[in-house]
C-alpha cells in the first residue's frame, strides 16, 4: 500500500517545484529506439472487450511498462489528502491481468465538487503541460455532458462520483501514463456498455448511465450480454476525449500488451480492458478530414474567441478566423474547423450554441501529410522533444513548444533561446 502525502495542501500559492525529468515523460519516451521514415507514430490501441472504467485504463496502462513506483510518486503531486493507491495482480477468467485500486480514508468525507475546483486543483499541481491540459480536456467534455442531462450549465453541474478524489486520480493517472509511456496517438475499438441499471447518486439509473450515454454520442457501441456497468462516465470520458478514432485494431508493429482489471468478475467474460501499444504502419498522404465553416458577420470579437477556446477543447485538428467582407460592404469573419470525422458533429454544436449563425459548411476533404514522430534531444537546458515530419526524402522538424517553455521558465531563460538549442541538437544528431 502506497500512502497519499495526507499533509499535502491543494490550496497553497507558493510556486510548484518542477517535476524530477524522470517524471517528466523523458525516461520511457526517449529509450525508444529510433523510427524509419516509414513509421507514423507510437499508438495505443485501447481493447474495450468488456467496457472501460478509469481504473482499468490506468492498470491496463501500468501493466503494459509504467512504474508503479512512478505513478504513485507523481499522484503525491496533486496535493489531494485522504487517500491511499495500490497495485494487485488478479486473473479473470483465467487471464492475468493487473489492478489500480484508490482507497478512500473514510474518516475524510469527500466533498462534491464543481468544475471550477476540478480545474483549479489541475492547476496549482506542478503537471506537465501536456497532462493537464488533458485532464481538464477530460473534466470539461464530463461537465458538458452532466449539465446536458441535467438541464442545468457546466458551470453549476455538481460532481458527484466523478469529482471525488478516485475519480481525479484516475482521470491523471491515465493521462500521465499516457504521456510518459510517449504515446502519441489514442484509437480504440468500440465500446460495451452493459445491461440493466447501476445505483448513481440519483438513484437506479439505466445502463448506460445517462453521462455515459451522452458522452457516448457518436462513438460506435459493442454489444455484451452482461448485466451491470461495463462503461463507467470516467472512462468514456477518457477514451471519448483522448482517441482520435474508433473501430478495429490499426495497423501497427506491436511492441507491448497490457490489461487492466475491473473490480467485479463477470461470469459471462474476462473483466479486463486491454491496451495494446506499437508503432502504426499507416501509409502517408491516406487522411481524410472534415471542414466546417461559416460566415458570421454580427459576433462580437470576443463572442468569436469564446467560441475558438470552446472548439479547440472538443479536440479538433484546427481552428481558425480570416477577415472577409460579405454583402452590402458588411465586415465579417470566416470561421474554419478542421477536424476528424467522429468530432464533426460536436464541432458543429459548438459552432451552433457559441456563434449566433444560422448554417454551417461541412465538406471532407483529402489531406497529404508527413509521417509524424518524436524524437528527444539533449540541450544545455535538459531533454527537449523534436516533433519530426518526413516524406520520401523532405524532413523538417519542430521542437515541442510547451517542453521549451517548461525549460525556459526553469532556466530563466528566452524561449527562443532554447528552441534555437533544441533545434541546433537535432540537426546535429540527424547529421551522423
Excluded at 7 to 28: M, N, Q
Excluded at 46 to 74: R, T
Excluded at 389 to 414: F, H, K, L
Excluded at 417 to 432: F, G, K, N, Q
Aim: glycine content about 8%; aromatic content about 4%; hydrophobic content about 40%.
Amino acid at each position: 500500500m502506497l500512502p497519499a502525502d495526507d499533509d499535502a495542501d491543494p490550496h497553497v500559492d507558493a510556486d510548484p517545484a518542477p517535476l524530477p525529468s524522470e517524471y517528466r515523460g523523458v525516461t520511457l519516451a526517449s529509450a525508444r529506439a529510433p523510427r524509419g521514415p516509414g513509421i507514423a507514430m507510437r499508438t495505443a490501441y485501447f481493447d474495450c472487450f468488456c467496457g472501460a472504467a478509469g481504473d482499468m485504463i490506468v492498470a491496463a496502462l501500468v501493466d503494459v511498462g509504467l512504474p508503479e513506483e512512478s505513478l504513485a510518486h507523481f499522484l503525491k503531486e496533486l496535493g489531494l489528502a485522504g487517500y491511499s493507491v495500490e497495485f494487485e495482480r488478479v486473473k479473470r477468467h483465467g487471464l492475468a491481468a493487473r489492478r489500480f485500486v484508490v482507497t478512500l480514508d473514510a474518516s475524510q468525507p469527500q466533498p462534491h465538487r464543481h468544475l471550477h475546483h476540478v480545474v483549479k486543483i489541475l492547476e496549482t499541481a506542478p503537471l506537465p503541460e501536456p497532462v493537464r491540459a488533458n485532464a481538464v480536456r477530460v473534466f470539461q467534455r464530463l461537465a458538458e455532458a452532466e449539465a446536458k442531462v441535467h438541464a442545468t450549465t457546466v458551470e453549476k453541474v455538481h460532481f458527484h462520483e466523478v469529482g471525488a478524489v478516485d475519480a481525479i486520480v484516475d482521470v491523471v493517472g491515465a493521462c500521465f501514463a499516457l504521456h510518459q509511456l510517449g504515446v502519441e496517438r489514442v484509437t480504440c475499438s468500440p465500446i460495451p456498455t452493459g445491461l440493466g441499471t447501476v445505483r448513481c447518486a440519483h438513484g437506479d439509473m439505466p445502463v448506460p448511465a445517462p453521462a455515459t450515454a451522452e458522452l457516448l454520442r457518436g462513438v460506435p457501441l459493442a454489444t455484451a450480454d452482461v448485466a451491470g456497468e461495463l462503461t463507467t462516465p470516467t472512462g468514456a470520458a477518457l477514451l471519448t476525449t483522448l482517441a482520435s478514432s474508433f473501430g478495429p485494431l490499426p495497423a501497427m508493429t506491436l511492441s507491448a500488451i497490457g490489461c487492466g482489471a475491473g473490480t467485479k468478475d463477470f461470469k459471462e467474460r474476462a473483466n479486463v480492458l486491454r491496451v495494446l501499444i506499437g508503432e502504426s504502419a499507416e501509409p502517408t498522404g491516406d487522411d481524410k478530414i472534415v471542414v466546417l465553416e461559416t460566415n458570421l458577420d454580427d459576433a462580437s470579437p470576443q463572442v468569436v474567441a469564446f467560441a475558438v477556446e470552446r472548439l479547440w477543447e472538443t479536440g479538433v485538428l484546427d481552428v481558425y478566423t480570416l477577415p472577409i467582407q460579405m454583402k452590402k460592404g458588411r465586415t465579417g469573419v470566416l470561421l474554419c474547423v478542421l477536424c476528424e470525422p467522429h468530432r464533426a458533429t460536436e464541432a458543429e454544436r459548438v459552432i451552433f450554441s457559441q456563434t449566433p449563425t444560422f448554417g454551417v459548411r461541412r465538406t471532407t476533404a483529402q489531406r497529404s501529410t508527413l509521417t509524424r514522430r518524436h524524437e528527444t534531444v539533449a540541450t544545455e537546458f535538459g531533454p527537449i522533444r523534436v516533433k519530426v515530419g518526413q516524406r520520401g526524402d523532405v524532413q523538417t522538424a519542430a521542437p515541442e513548444y510547451e517542453d521549451c517553455r517548461e525549460a525556459a521558465i526553469r532556466s530563466n531563460a528566452p524561449v527562443q533561446t532554447v528552441m534555437d538549442a533544441a533545434r541546433r541538437a537535432w540537426e546535429l544528431r540527424s547529421r551522423r
